[in-house]
């Protein structure tokens, strides 16, 4: 009986998962806005990607995926879409896909996050799984972006400050 | 109906979590071994910590954390216990601590992942969110640590390679 409970205890709900991913988002942001204009475009460290470039994947990303999962459509992932030239853009952009996310998420099932979905037609898990790399994807590039302000000499904003 | 069933939707199992957890962790024991002995424990960007002092704190949280979750202990977090003088022994302490969260975080009830705690007699959420920045801080570091190695002209482990 132990066994069976243990198995199938709920660690979190979608919605608590929603405004934790949001709560990240909000920080990353702010990291964005961080940077100075020119900086955000060209500096990088160790011949990675800016962090402007960064930012574009993960816009990329999150809410064209749930929409993808949402609508079942197995479509490449494409970072061509959107070619932002200041850091207004990016933040515009950024604020739109916000409303997208939440958008799409809501429409996620409790079953639907278990089952497996050939995501962009290459990433074949679990939807919680492809969820969760959204998150973890996120504070990865945003870690390396805190090296990057560092470097210019410039305090990031605290990792614990989500709201 | 629908509003009550949403607001209840399970997003993952405590199963998955703890899988998801370790297999960051399995990463960033990756990312450790990555480093030169020396770079580990001297190099950093920006006045930043070496990596090795960020595996310390990343040592000192973990299970270290769920113990006193579960034993509802809130004593100091403190990072003075663990003085590494070699990789070999922070890699020696970090499979210590990988039993260490399997057995105290198998003790936590789904219930008790959704109580406030004082962790740390400082931290204080619900249970769920506290494991969350367990692993978040992880990848934010362990990111530090990807631009610490290109730096050094070192590829790190791919980001998505987890076990």
Redesign the interface.
């Known amino acids: 009986m132990t066994t069976t409970t243990?198995?199938?205890?709920?660690?979190?709900?979608?919605?608590?998962?929603l405004k934790?991913w949001q709560g990240?988002r909000n920080l990353t942001r702010r990291v964005i806005e961080a940077f100075p204009e020119k900086e955000l475009f060209e500096f990088s460290?160790?011949?990675?990607r800016p962090f402007a470039k960064l930012a574009v994947e993960l816009i990329s990303i999150g809410g064209v995926a749930l929409k993808g999962i949402v609508e079942k459509n197995t479509e490449a992932y494409n970072e061509e879409g959107f070619i932002p030239k200041t850091k207004e853009d990016i933040l515009k952009k950024w604020d739109e896909e916000t409303e997208v996310i939440n958008h799409y998420f809501?429409q996620i099932?409790?079953e639907r996050?278990q089952e497996t979905f050939n995501l962009f037609g290459q990433y074949e898990f679990p939807v919680?799984?492809n969820?969760?790399?959204f998150v973890?994807?996120e504070?990865?590039?945003?870690?390396?972006g805190?090296?990057?302000?560092?470097?210019?000499?410039i305090e990031p904003p605290f990792?614990?400050e989500r709201f």
Chains 1, 2 share one sequence.
Not at 6 to 17: G, H, S, V
Not at 146 to 153: H, S, W
């Open positions: 243990t198995a199938t205890k709920q660690f979190m709900t979608t919605e608590q998962l934790h990240h460290i160790g011949g990675m809501g099932s409790e996050f919680y799984e969820v969760l790399y973890d994807n504070i990865h590039h945003r870690g390396q805190y090296v990057y302000l560092r470097a210019l000499g990792f614990w």
